[in-house]
């Protein structure tokens, strides 16, 4: 069920197809190393702030039990204050390890660190996402980041020695690491057989031939606008879609603009008030001839073809 | 069964009805609004799943998922084909990856995975890896012997392996009774159970450090084994100075058998990465590191299990069972339960796990 197929699809250097079991080519966009970063330091706020609250609301509610804790030695603990240091050991674990595990297993497939950034991760070979590759990326983070920043924070104390330096250049190795691969995959991502892709988030927009003047009459003037195949044929499908945003986006001075040089591309006299609805009519009539012409297999790709 | 069924599918009427089929001028336009409500249909669909409210869809929706998924699939391909309107292809394609993550994401639940993995997972991938287990246990040993050997010619090397933290009264020269002393009981319970987490939390991290390390091409897990044994090789040494390595065995062996094979697992799943690696054979690099890591992880998630036996033994067993025999009993039985539990108890793999 595994299939894959990578290609650079022109343009952005970050797309890539990916081939479903269905063999439908899926477009994807591996994430960018900004907004990985962006949610790893998200996520990291996220993780101490809920361990500060959650120490907080601790020594708010066992006050004493906390004094016992700090002060005492092992043989003089109470049962309670064990229990609680017990409680607060496993916690401290589980947020290390948990966190990261439990969110990217979820159906999401991201931490709210990634969410937030609009990123996810993802099965390289586009077969399922299993828990044992979540686990191996994961328990990769402990060298790639937990291991270093260690070292960095006991650095200065200058017990360690050179431990500092050497937690610095470990850090900026794995650090660097994604940047050495066009798929901007870190140590954990190649062990796991995964990668951090985006996760896209389309609403359906409007369908343009179905209003204003793509169906007849301008609503303004009342002006039929009718194309000859002459006028029509200057232009292929990037222009098209240019067009298409142009009209969605429905900026006043880019209409005015995009209407003046179609215009004067084709030997039209560019009059000034009713630039949407000419705008709408040129549309959806390109579209009609590009569209015919798809289904006798002649594609024009743009201008120049 | 377009629209009467669609409006109850959108609660809150959040979708505006969608323009009459007719009224389209362009064919490509009219194919995309008849289809459209199952495109809406399904989107309603993975957001539901997205948010993790699985028990708000309907057993309806929940079949009708694969069938929507394919139908908004080749939508999308005929589209590419017929249609110019980039603002569908660009909703076809996402609405189409996000369906694609949801039916092929990681829907096994974590309770799931976690019985397949207790009731066969885990030893089967125990002994995917036997050769590295091997390997890894001929390392260990060979570092005991190291450390032994090393200290007998040289007393200093003693402190330059043995950290400080266990250097209280095991030092060389200690006599025989402040060494016994070490392997004594605790009088009761008290302030074990921290001990014991404390250990697990530590341990874990030594695990999970010489799996990590196997990313090296596995050169790093060994050393790490190496050194961690030779420490024992050390203290060893010491205690068999003064008569005592049937104790000091004895007392070793009630945790050791379930931290040493744990960290002894851990070690050989780094290693099985990287000399996958190294060796990757007619795959390509990334494909063999990813088909060993996947193996790698799920052993690792059993040692950290592992770790959790061996911190509660080590806490409290070791700490309050005093005889010789009794240690060895308990420590014996806990590496034939291992043993068993991987090499014996054969489950065959379930049908959906690759």
Known sequence: MSSLAMGMAGGNPRRRTMVTPEGIAVPITVASRGARVGALILDFIFLYVGMTIVTLLLVWMFGGLMDELTEDTRETMSGAAEFLMIIYIGMFFLARYGYFLAFELGPRG????????????ASRDAGRLTAEAVIARNLLRDIELFMPLVFLLVAPSGEAGNAGLAGLAWF???????????????????????????????????????????????????????????????????????????LRDGNAEALAAVHETICRKIGWNPGAGDERAFLEAYYAQLRARLEGGMRFGRRKRDKFS | MRSPILS?????????????VESAVLRSDRFRLEREGDWARLEHIVKRMESGRLRGISDEDLLALPILYRTAASSL??????????????????????????????RQGLTRWLSGFLFGGWSRAVRAIWLDICVALFVMLTGTVVGWLLVEQDKEWYYRLVPTQFADARVPGAS???????????EGANGLSVFAAYLFSNNAGVAILAFALGFAFGIPSLLLLVHNMAVLGAMLWLFA??????????????????????????????????????FPGDRSILTAASESGRRAAMVMAGVVLMLVFAGFLEAFARQLVGGTADRFLIGGTMLALWLAYFFAYRRPAQGDES
């Open chain 2, 8 to 20: 109850s599918w959108f609660g809150r009427g959040e979708v505006a009805a969608p323009p009459d």
């Open chain 2, 241 to 278: 100075g003064q008569g005592l390595e049937w104790e000091f065995a004895a007392w070793l062996s009630v945790h050791g058998t379930t931290e040493l094979f744990a960290i002894l697992l851990a070690g050989a799943a780094g290693l099985h990465i990287g000399r996958s690696m190294a």
């Open chain 1, 172 to 246: 900026l190795l794995f650090m660097a690491f994604p940047f050495f691969n066009k798929d901007a995959m870190r140590a954990g991502d190649v062990i796991a057989g995964t990668w951090v892709v985006e996760a896209p988030k389309a609403k359906l927009a409007e369908t343009l031939s179905t209003q204003g003047a793509a169906r007849g009459a301008s609503d303004l003037t009342g002006a039929r606008y009718q194309f000859g195949d002459e006028e029509l044929s200057v232009y292929g499908e990037h222009e098209l879609q240019t067009l298409e945003r142009v």
């Open chain 2, 176 to 186: 025989r009774e402040q060494l016994l002393e070490t392997l004594g009981t605790e």
């Open chain 2, 77 to 106: 391909s005929v589209a590419r084909e017929t249609s110019l309107d980039l603002a569908t292809l660009t909703y076809l394609e996402a609405l189409v990856q996000r369906a694609w993550f949801q039916v092929y994401g990681p």
């Open chain 1, 110 to 121: 991201a931490t709210p660190g990634k969410r937030i950034t609009g990123i996810r991760v």
